[in-house]
């Protein structure tokens, strides 16, 4: 029963974090269905799988962030308070980035990939073919609104895939700006665009797809994994968690500090993998905060409020739920906020109690805790006795404490004395583990997400003799035969076109010896 009212209740209220919902409505529900219905058919035709439409919607796709660059600018403006230059630091790059390497790679990532193989199939094609997966639902989420959204997207055209696109109701006007434009550019039936709040979103997941891949909380990405199970989707969770950064005593503080610092403030704090909170000695921590107290007024000037840099709190909601996060903390530095702006000052308290509200939930917002500790190994135990989170940042000149918290912790990811940069290199697999999150994109691995890696393996009837050992009446030496075959392994891809090459030198020479001898038995006559 209570599961039920958690539901009905609950549900629509975590869901993005809608400010207000209304219960479905049967022209909802009839619309959702219509969307999913037709983005399937069109999937069918077939039209989304060949290379050359992929690589046409990409181009698309990138002539939308250049040629609509000012107005998307505005609109997250509009939404977060993001400057211009943010918007295309923070937003457009990392998605044009994404877009330019697979129009450079997808002919390499869409290709057979060759595997090694035994005894047994030395003559067999075995390869692993990568195919679409089908329509796939891409959730958005609100702090990176452009880029939460479109990165998923660029992964799901490449794959050869349909993709119905939720974003986050929460920041409208991008919302509203996205749905505009998607369909001037990229195919309208294939890459249909849905707003709306959690109604939309819940009668969405309803429907049945081939994959969903949703970012945000932990708790909502609890719900989107229980009814993508009703149809067996596979889901990709990219979620949050409270992402600890330990600075030891042995570190260049300054570096460390204005390094946090920039991470933790960028976008307002709204930022999943920003550090959540600071793990040090309380020897260095006033040391810590001189530094960090540099720092802000080097980025942001003696009123932060005025900053073009500085973002502000996305709702009212979000706004009280920070504000009480403060409650029985000693504020250090900052504490100044303005409901009627959304304005949270950059914020940072000192000798938090782990106790503490603020430490018992994902901050995501401008609220920087210290958290004193005797040394590394109990910042390791400080940081596994919590679930894992999506990034850990340490910071120390020691290898052998680097080492130590690489050994001895688990996280999504890892930057050691830097923070959130693991995040723009495409090369490596961005995702978290257990309550953070399932499944990785970014790159070729956002490729490898959203197809289905086809284990394909392809013989001739010939030479049927090789296939005795496998067939009855079974025996000890067939078995044995058997054994061999499929235990003997053979060189992989590159090594083994060398060894064929070889193979082939060897029998080119046995057959012109062969040759030989018959001219000279000839002559010899």
């Known amino acids: 029963m209570m599961v039920q009212v958690f539901r009905v209740l609950v549900l629509p209220v975590l869901l993005y974090d809608c400010e207000t919902w209304t219960p479905m409505g049967s022209s909802v529900s009839s619309m959702e269905i219509e969307v999913v219905d037709r983005t399937r058919a069109a999937y069918q035709t077939g039209r989304s799988r060949p290379l050359q439409f992929r690589l046409q919607q990409l181009r698309a796709l990138r002539r939308l962030l250049s040629e609509h660059e000012a107005t998307i600018s505005a609109a997250l403006k509009q939404d977060l308070n993001k400057s211009h230059f943010n918007a295309q630091l923070f937003e457009l790059i990392g998605v044009e980035t994404e877009i330019a390497l697979a129009l450079d790679k997808l002919s390499e990532w869409a290709a057979p990939r060759p595997v090694q193989k035994n005894l047994l199939s030395m003559l067999v094609d075995a390869y692993i073919q990568p195919e679409p997966l089908g329509v796939v639902l891409i959730i958005g989420a609100w702090n990176y609104p452009w880029a939460l959204t479109l990165k998923p997207l660029v992964g799901a055209i490449a794959a050869g895939n349909a993709a119905v696109v939720k974003p986050s109701e929460i920041t409208q006007h991008s919302a509203n700006l996205l ?31 081939d994959h969903i891949f949703y970012t945000g909380s932990s708790a909502v990405g609890k719900l989107v994994m229980e009814a993508a199970a009703r149809h067996l989707s596979p889901v990709t969770l990219e979620l949050g968690g409270k992402s600890p950064c330990y600075v030891d005593k042995d570190c260049d503080l300054a570096v460390a500090s204005r390094r946090i610092t920039w991470g933790k403030f960028t976008n307002c704090g709204q930022t999943c993998i920003a550090p959540d909170y600071v793990l040090c000695e309380p020897a260095i921590q006033d040391r810590l905060l001189q530094e960090m107290q540099r720092t ?12 073009p840099d ?4 996305v709702s009212e909601r979000h706004f009280d739920r920070l504000i009480t996060l403060m409650d029985d903390c000693s504020v250090a530095l900052g504490g100044q906020s303005d409901r009627s702006e959304l304005y949270i000052a950059p914020t940072i ?13 994902e901050v995501f917002g401008p609220l920087l805790a210290l958290v004193t500790v005797n040394g590394v190994d109990d910042a390791i135990r400080f940081m596994n006795d919590r679930e894992k989170p999506l990034a850990i940042y340490v910071f120390s000149s020691s290898k052998k404490v680097i080492k130590k918290v690489l050994a001895e912790t688990s996280s999504g990811g890892v930057t050691v004395n830097d923070v959130m940069m693991h995040y723009t290199l495409s ?5 978290g583990v257990g309550q953070s ?26 030479l049927e003799s090789f296939n005795k050992a496998r067939y009855p009446p079974l025996s000890h030496g067939r078995l044995r035969k058997a054994r061999c075959c499929l235990q003997t392994w053979l060189c992989s891809c590159a090594r083994a076109s060398i060894l064929w090459v070889a193979l082939s030198s060897i029998l080119a020479l046995g ?15």
Do not use: N, W
């Open 511 to 525: 057959l012109l010896v062969a040759l030989l001898v018959i001219l000279f038995k000839d002559t010899s006559k």
């Open 427 to 431: 090369s490596l697999p961005f995702g």
């Open 437 to 462: 999150g399932m499944g990785r994109y970014h790159g070729r691995h956002t490729y490898d997400q959203l197809s289905h890696l086809r284990a394909c393996y392809v013989t001739s009837p010939a």
């Open 179 to 209: 749905k505009e434009l998607l369909p001037q550019y990229l195919d309208k039936e294939l890459y249909p665009v849905v707003t709306g709040g959690a109604s939309e979103t819940q009668e969405l997941l309803r429907q049945r797809f």
């Open 296 to 307: 802000l007024q080097e980025f942001y000037g003696d009123d932060p409020r005025t900053s």
């Open 310 to 313: 500085y973002g502000r709190i």
């Open 349 to 361: 308290l000192r000798d938090v109690d782990p106790s503490c509200r603020l430490m018992q939930e």
